[in-house]
């Protein structure tokens, strides 16, 4: 099996053209009156104008871009966010899609997720114990498992922010990332 090659600027690049547009440009915005009590120039990019109302579509979407026709189901592991995002790229890619997320996941992502297409199941009380019974269940059925940001092109896709961001023409000197 070949090596998958990190993450690059040209797979940045090629996702920002290649990612279903819904999860492209999203808007950025300056906020006068925080500048002016910050003391700094303050912009924010909003990521929840998309049908996931999240910045995962674009990770999942250029992963699943990247892969050959399968009919065999991804198997996952999220609380919401990545699940919706590879739910929502895998109806438009017609496969299969196992997600396991924690018992006490928020109700209106699993409803999300499941809405989507994806076989959601319940497991353990936290995501490291739904990310072992996903592992688990890809190796019983020797499936495919996709662990959030591990792999090259989900962290590619991400990387569309950052372009987006640096092809506004503004400079920073601080970029913070909620996580």
Sequence with gaps: MSAIPPPSIFGICAAHH????????????GHPSADAVLSCSLRVKVETQNPIRAAEGRGADWFFSGQPQ???????ASPGNFGQGLAYAARDKKRPLIIFAPVGVNPAKLEA???LGADVRLEGADLYTAKE??????DTIGGQLLDDGAHPRVVEGFGTIAREMTEAGVEFDTVLLPL
Excluded: E, G, K
């Design 18 to 29: 290649a990612i279903n547009p819904v999860f492209r440009n999203s808007p950025f915005y």
């Design 133 to 138: 019974a996903a592992r688990a269940y890809a």
């Design 70 to 76: 399968r009919t065999d189901p991804l198997v996952t």
């Design 113 to 115: 997720m499941r809405h």
